[in-house]
């Protein structure tokens, strides 16, 4: 089931849907780059550019994590 979350980014509220473990993997990777979510989240906004929307952007970063860390397993 996909919820809704919303956080800050550049000073204005706003909000994103996704699967509860994508959220989960982004806390993840939050935790292992020693980061608060919201400065995790806010970088891949800042990285995606103005196509595709953020809750896209989002699963997609966390698919390529998984993706390298996958690759460094083997």
């Not at 989240?41 to 970063?61: F, K, M, P, W």
């Amino acid at each position: 089931m996909i919820r809704k979350y919303s956080t800050t980014l550049h000073g204005h509220r706003t909000s994103f849907s996704l699967e509860p473990a994508f959220h989960d993997a982004l806390r993840a990777i939050a935790d292992e780059r020693d980061l608060p979510v919201a400065a995790l989240i806010r970088e891949i906004d800042d990285a995606r550019g103005v196509e595709g929307n953020l809750s896209s952007a989002l699963r997609l970063h966390v698919l390529d994590w998984l993706k390298r860390k996958a690759d460094g397993a083997t």
